[in-house]
């Protein structure tokens, strides 16, 4: 018998490989084939004998009446093998320690990788030592992990721990469950026969600390000026769609630039998943649910009766969302409308709205569509995933029709955002808030720029920025 087969899951052998990254419970490792691991570091593989120890401690306490609090798990698992006549190392007695503690108040070894900040999802696709977890690492991309589950049982269960926060359950007659963690994470599962490969689950983590706009800069999915434009247009009241392919960064980006939004105004958010993240005193969050027959498109009308300054739309899908998106453009209620999208240009998002049923002079009440891609680039024969934003484009009414103004785009020969046309929209509003001619906001966005990559490489958090642009 193997620990695995006690516990459902452990953690596969070492094999021989070069750390190249190590944190306070992990390491990435890589061999000699090129081939990098996420491991785990917090406890070693179990022993058959420390699976059953867990076990076994797990159903005694289970067992009795008395309810253990978190800081007691230690001293539990002591009087456990005291009562049990097991010795255990010192550091045995660690790991054990603090295994038993996730597994009964967290989720398991799944916790270990929860807790890394760099990770940004998690995902199973199997059973078995040959279909590991696998987690995409927001430096390294995907990557195996040395964490593996033994039994559909033992994934369903997990599962199920996971989603018992809002009383669902992954079941025979109920294959597929989505559920929001705790945490804000967003878990997706299925089983038989929905998942041919065995059970499955993504989590797609919350991240508790935002990227600021510097720190976009130094991922190079912006260049220092193309943030600066976005900054000026922000302060003076463009809407903004941010389009882009499924994990371009969407999301990402419109919480960055909320920190060039001042603190006091009001700002309305409207989303089904809770992914926004602003440092603003005066916001509403509005939630989709979808048992109570409260959608998406009946939230985003119901701002305009709540005075916004800002109105943000989480994620804009169906054919009503996106109009009920537009009308509140049209309403001209506070200082601008935002949203994501899904579409890998400016004219793909455009056309799928025109597809929407959106009427051509109601896409002129769009100031700005941003568009982000996420595609892997060969460097040195190996694949790495990327980020950019790939078009800044303004939208112009001409002859009754809409048309694209690109100001900034992604030159991909040359690895470089590139300025391409003169933006005509955004500073003819910003001459109106600044005050300022065309010339004088051509030297403040360079003012901007030159201020944005001086902060490159401090580390500012997102409540410092948002204090160092003048948002208080």
């Known amino acids: 018998m193997r620990a695995e087969n006690v516990l459902g899951w452990n953690l596969l052998n070492r094999e021989r490989a070069t750390e190249i990254w190590n944190g306070p419970s992990s ?73 038993l503690e996730k597994m009964v108040f967290g989720f398991g070894p799944l916790d270990f990788l929860l807790q890394d900040d760099d990770i940004e999802e998690i995902a199973l696709i199997g059973t078995g030592k040959g ?122 980006t419109l919480n960055a630039l909320f920190s060039f939004v001042p603190k006091d105004e009001r700002v309305v958010v409207v989303e089904e998943t809770p992914e926004i993240r602003l440092p603003h005193s005066h916001i509403v969050k509005l939630n989709v649910v979808k048992e109570q027959g409260i959608s998406m498109q009946s939230l985003i009308v119901d701002t305009l009766r709540m005075r916004p300054d800002r109105i943000v739309v989480g994620e804009v899908r169906s054919k009503a969302e996106t109009k009920a998106f537009v009308d509140t453009l049209l309403a001209g209620q506070g200082k601008g409308s935002y949203a994501t999208f899904h579409g890998q240009s400016c004219e793909e998002a455009l056309n799928r709205m025109r597809a929407f049923g959106i009427e051509e002079q109601d896409l002129a009440g769009i100031d700005i569509v941003l568009v982000q891609r996420r595609w892997d680039s060969i460097e040195n024969g190996k694949a790495k995933e990327r980020r950019i934003a790939v078009e800044a484009c303004e939208l112009e009414r001409k002859q009754g029709r809409i048309s694209i103004n ?16 003169e933006s005509a929209r955004a500073m003819e509003m910003a001459e109106k808030c600044f005050g300022m001619q065309k010339s004088g906001l051509e030297r403040e966005i360079e003012k901007r720029a030159a201020l944005l990559e001086s902060w490159i490489g401090k580390g500012l958090s997102i409540e410092e920025f948002f204090r160092a642009v003048g948002g208080k």
């Open 27 to 99: 390491s990435i490792r890589q061999n000699q084939e090129g081939e990098k691991t996420y491991s785990i570091e917090a406890f070693p593989r179990l022993s058959f004998q420390e699976a059953m120890l867990l076990r076994n401690a797990m159903q005694e306490l289970h067992s009795s009446s008395s309810r253990l609090k978190k800081e007691q798990a230690r001293e539990f698992l002591k009087q456990y093998c005291i009562g049990s006549l097991i010795e255990l190392d010192r550091q045995q007695a660690e790991y054990c320690s603090l295994l």
């Open 131 to 252: 279909k590991p977890v696998h987690v995409f690492h927001c430096r390294q991309g995907w990557l195996k992990t040395n964490l593996f589950f033994s039994s559909g049982s033992s994934v369903k269960d997990l599962v199920n721990r996971m989603a018992s926060c809002i009383g669902r359950r992954l079941t025979a007659n109920s294959p597929v469950l989505n559920a929001l963690l705790p945490d804000g994470s967003r878990l997706n599962a299925t089983i038989r026969p929905v998942s041919f490969t065995g059970p499955s689950f993504t989590i797609r983590k919350f991240r508790k600390k935002p990227f600021t706009p510097v720190q976009l800069i130094e991922s190079g999915t912006f260049s220092a000026e193309l943030m600066a434009f976005l900054w000026l247009a922000m302060q003076s009241s463009c809407s903004i769609l941010i389009a882009g392919n499924t994990g371009s960064g969407k999301t990402t």
């Open 406 to 421: 690109p100001v900034f785009r992604y030159n991909f020969k040359k690895s470089g955002i590139e300025k391409v046309g």
